[in-house]
Each structure stands twice: as structure tokens, then as C-alpha cells.
């Protein structure tokens, strides 16, 4: 069990290893980890011995997190060390290195691995360091080619008026790949829809939805002319545009850094887990209470979809 923990190795008086497996998020030190140290460390730092540290952290998170934490886990040693030894001790260097290392040994972005969920140790049994040395490190990895996603999320602005069986509708929606490429671009497809509506409703609204699409590779995909829906459902009641859509033209604005983009990804990653939403498509969800007008309707829907204009959008 140790061995999936520590992965060590000693050349002479220097010792090098590498405490492995921390908990995601975590800087507390597994019991394998404080075995080792009082086994291996203790004696040589009793011995005038001194020691270097270096923390890891995998890729998944955030980078400044994972930077921060990076550090908890070399200073968690560096403590837990002092206690055993109920003194302090020479330290050649405590540092953190955040995921910069993963990224370097090929690590794809947002891939959570054990193996730098870590602390990198070099400890001499000699009371003066050489010059500190590269650690032992994982295999290098070769990058994953990375895949655009086919998940696609936006937030619009519907009209929709019916009179008992018959209505018309008409949506403009900006839509966002739910996947950035490495520099933070993302790819964007403004769509205008409309058409007539066929089932039961009375009343007119004018509101926010949510538009979701999946299995699309292709912006153009998304033209569409004279085809049905599935079983679709509007409702409107009461409420404000206030902030959320300020008329088409503000679209645009809406999704303006990685945050607001990271969100709105989440929320259709969310979305498409309901079994509504399972059959490749197009899907407009309407935001309750963000519109004027009271509208309740139920039916299917017949028009077509337009791509009006594509383009990138950095986020960072």
C-alpha cells in the first residue's frame, strides 16, 4: 500500500521522492505519506541533514487555486516535519508549483491525475545542500488532441402570441460552444428563428430563454427551414426583462468573461441530463419571470432557423 502512496528512490546520502495521492483539493498528508517521512526523513534531518520541497497540483480547477494549494501541500510536510522533530531545520527550498509541471509533462487541461495531487521531496544527509536537482517526475504524457464539443448554449429573446389553436413566434438567440480552445476562444453562432405555432394557448409574451443544442459540429447546422419541433411548452407570467436582455443588440454583452461562459456551459451540461432532453436538437427553455405579458402555451411548432452570423469570442 505505501508503494501507491510514496514512489522514492535513494542515490548515496540524497533521497528522492515523491508523496503522491493527496485528496482532490486537499493538503492534508495521507498516513502512508507520515509513515514514510519519520522512516526515511526524520532520521537524516536528526542526522543534520536538510531538505527541499516542492508542492504539485493536477489540472483540473482553476490554475490560481491549484497554485495556492500547491503550496499548503509543501508546507503540510515542512510541519508535520517540525512537530517530529520539535525543532526547525534547515530547508533548502519550499515552494509550489502549482499544475505548471502537469501542464509541462503533457497533462491535458481540466484532468484530474493522483500522481500530482503531490509533494516532490529531496532531502540530503549532509548539513549543507548541493545545488537542488529535478525530481523525479511522472512519465511525460502526449497531449490528447482536443475535440470540439457539440454541446452549444446561449440565452435570447422570444415574442410568441396565440389565439386559441393557431400562433405565431420568433426568438434571436446568441449560442456559445460549450468548449474553449487553450488561448480561451470560443466559438459563437448568433440564430433567428421563426415560425407558426400549432396546439392549445391564448396570450402574448415577450421574454428570456435559455437555448440549448446538442449534437452540433457545425455552426451552419444550425439553418434549418420548414421543419417541426417535438412537443414544445411556453409560459410567461409576469416579471421583468430588467438586465437580463437588453433587446437583441445586447446579446453579446451577456457572455463577457470565462466565469459568466464557465456558468452558462454548466448549466447546459445540467440541462441535457434531463431525459427531455436526450434526442439531438435544438431546445428553448423559457426563464420564468423574466418577461412582460402573461402567455401560456402548449403544441408543436413548425419554421425554420437561420444563422444570421458566427464568429470567437475570447473570454480571458
Request: hydrophobic residues 40%.
Amino acid at each position: 500500500m505505501p508503494g501507491t502512496f510514496v514512489v522514492d528512490h535513494c542515490e548515496g546520502a540524497v533521497t528522492l521522492a515523491r508523496l503522491q495521492f493527496f485528496d482532490v483539493s486537499q493538503s492534508n498528508l495521507k498516513e502512508e505519506h507520515k509513515s514514510w517521512l519519520r522512516r526515511n526523513v526524520v532520521p537524516l534531518l536528526k542526522g543534520n541533514g536538510s531538505i527541499s520541497l516542492v508542492g504539485l497540483s493536477s489540472r483540473s480547477g482553476k490554475a490560481s487555486f491549484n497554485k495556492a494549494l500547491s503550496m499548503k501541500r509543501a508546507e503540510a510536510v515542512r510541519i508535520f516535519l517540525e512537530e517530529c522533530l520539535q525543532s526547525s531545520f534547515p530547508f533548502d527550498l519550499v515552494d509550489g508549483l502549482g499544475e505548471s509541471l502537469a501542464e509541462d509533462m503533457g497533462q491535458e487541461d481540466g484532468v484530474e491525475d493522483g500522481q500530482f495531487r503531490a509533494v516532490m521531496i529531496y532531502v540530503h544527509a549532509i548539513p549543507t545542500p548541493p545545488n537542488p536537482k529535478v525530481i523525479k517526475t511522472p512519465k511525460k504524457m502526449k497531449p490528447k488532441p482536443r475535440t470540439a464539443s457539440t454541446l452549444w448554449v446561449g440565452i435570447g429573446e422570444s415574442h410568441s402570441g396565440d389565439l386559441v389553436a393557431l400562433g405565431r413566434y420568433n426568438w434571436n438567440a446568441r449560442l456559445y460552444r460549450a468548449s474553449a480552445d487553450d488561448g480561451g476562444f470560443v466559438d459563437y453562432v448568433d440564430l433567428m428563428a421563426e415560425g407558426w405555432k400549432l396546439g392549445g394557448g391564448l396570450g402574448g409574451s415577450v421574454g428570456a430563454i435559455v437555448v440549448v443544442a446538442h449534437g452540433v459540429k457545425s455552426a451552419h447546422e444550425f439553418n434549418k427551414k420548414g421543419e417541426w419541433s417535438d412537443w414544445d411548452l411556453d409560459l410567461a407570467i409576469g416579471g421583468k426583462l430588467g438586465d437580463v436582455l437588453k433587446g437583441i443588440r445586447g446579446i453579446d454583452k451577456i457572455v463577457t468573461t470565462m466565469d459568466k461562459y464557465e456558468e452558462l456551459s454548466h448549466a447546459a451540461i445540467e440541462i441535457t441530463k434531463n431525459k427531455g432532453f436526450v434526442k439531438k436538437g435544438l431546445y428553448t427553455i423559457p426563464m420564468l419571470g423574466v418577461g412582460t405579458g402573461l402567455h401560456v402555451w402548449t403544441g408543436r411548432k413548425y419554421g425554420d432557423v437561420s444563422v444570421i452570423s458566427v464568429g470567437r469570442a475570447n473570454m480571458k
